[in-house]
């Protein structure tokens, strides 16, 4: 199996899809001949066109309003946000109208767009080019919501939510999109929306995370491992729908949960597990419920050293875990 980056894997899967499928198409700021910002597209304008690769005015709310109407339509769009900090301007379109088509129509109108949007920090991209924002769309019923931490997830993930009649917002972790490299398969391959993924078995600690730091947590788990520490790492993958059964079924057997991610603290995405553990898991665990996460403060610092501190590490992953299994 080929090894590719996160970012390669991402324009692998939107190339097969367009391919695949001719009412597959892809709207967004600098989605065409610059190929995007990050580069995800490069190539896609040149392959199938202006009419499939549609480069939009900077105007987030008529980029998601655009995939709306289009999805309405039987076509299949791919929307592409170009930093997660502006997408707050199409917040009404994706929460009230997106999220709630197929509700509000006994399910006669399907909504089958995809919303893409690198997220994170860790680039020095200071207030607005760095924010964690799923936890606001996880907690909106109608949507799916998937942050992938691997190539392979990032491929099948975005296939499958090509696929789907509903809703999907895949945030990338921005930081990982060419630091993070993995093998594909060679061939056709979906990767299901909502099961969570054992991404490392294990006895003593049960450590949950996604996006960036899964890959972190992969990584810390090897340091500990070394010390007699053994972790089992649930990359959630999937935070909407959750996956209750992986969860409850880690902390089943380990007795002992931390969870990571990079957001704010205060009802971030981490406490939604935390209830899920004290609610049904409470006479399993042999230590409280430990989160680990980023600062509540407005934003990711621009400075480097203030952003470090923010931001969760391999190293203080390593500890908490450490702390966490001494218990």
């Not at 309405?72 to 994706?94: G, S, T, V």
């Not at 509000?104 to 991209?125: D, E, K, L, Q, T």
């Not at 691997?150 to 789907?164: E, M």
């Not at 949950?208 to 649930?234: N, T, W």
Request: net charge negative; with cysteine.
């Amino acid at each position: 199996m080929p090894e590719v980056t996160m970012i390669e894997a991402i324009r692998q899967a939107m190339d097969e899809e367009l391919a695949r499928d001719p009412r597959v198409f892809i709207v967004g700021e600098d989605v065409g001949p610059r190929g995007g910002v990050f580069r995800a597209t490069q190539g896609l304008f040149e392959k199938y066109g202006e009419q499939r690769i549609v480069d939009s005015p900077l105007a987030e709310l008529s980029i998601v309003a655009v995939g709306i109407g289009s999805a309405l339509a039987d076509l299949r769009p791919i929307c592409e946000i170009q930093f997660a900090d502006y997408i707050f301007p199409a917040f009404n379109q994706i929460v009230n109208e997106a999220a709630k088509l197929y509700y509000r129509s006994n399910g006669a109108w399907c909504v089958p767009m995809v919303i893409r949007a690198p997220y994170g920090g860790g680039i020095g991209g200071g207030l607005y080019h760095s924010q964690s924002v799923e936890a606001f769309f996880a907690h909106v019923p109608g949507l799916k919501v998937v942050i992938p931490s691997t190539p392979h997830d990032a491929k099948g993930l975005l296939k499958s939510a090509v696929r789907d009649l509903n809703p999907v917002i895949m945030f990338e972790p921005k930081k990982g999109y060419r630091a993070i490299k993995g093998e594909i398969p060679d061939g056709e391959y979906t990767v299901p929306i909502g099961p969570a993924r054992i991404a490392r078995a294990g006895r003593d600690v049960s450590v949950f995370a996604y996006g960036m730091m899964a890959h972190y947590a992969a990584q810390a788990a090897e340091l500990v491992a070394q010390e007699g520490i053994d972790v089992e790492l649930v990359d959630l993958r999937t935070l909407l729908p959750v996956d209750h059964a992986s969860i409850l079924a880690s902390v089943k057997k380990t007795g002992k949960a931390l969870i990571v991610h990079e957001d704010t603290r205060t009802l971030g995405y981490a406490a939604e597990v935390a209830a899920i553990l004290a609610d049904e898991a409470f006479e399993h665990l042999d230590a409280p419920v430990r989160r680990l996460t980023g600062l509540d403060v407005p934003g990711v610092p621009f400075s480097h050293p203030m952003q470090d501190l923010f931001m969760p590490s391999v190293e203080k992953i390593a500890d908490a875990i450490r702390e966490l299994a001494g218990y």
